[in-house]
């Protein structure tokens, strides 16, 4: 099976990010994409596990100050 590219436009949408918090994060390095000339193409495979390892950073973090409630 052929996997799934997306431009940036897409995979902003596909992700619920802006298309220049995207174009930012790929510029940093910080999310995985192949650029093609002045494109930037983003495979699905990789975006769906980047948002896996988002997900689980982001419980690392919230875990390791534990949750404080303010009454």
Do not use: C
Not at 8 to 28: M, P
Request: net charge positive.
């Amino acid at each position: 099976m052929k996997p799934v590219t997306f431009t940036a436009k897409e995979a902003a949408e596909y992700i619920g990010i802006s298309y220049y918090t995207i174009l930012e994060l790929a510029r940093k390095r910080q999310i995985p994409h192949t650029p093609v000339g002045r494109r930037k193409l983003f495979r699905k495979e990789s975006l769906d596990n980047w948002m896996t390892e988002q997900e689980k950073l982001s419980q690392e973090f919230e875990s390791s100050f534990g949750i404080r409630r303010v009454y």
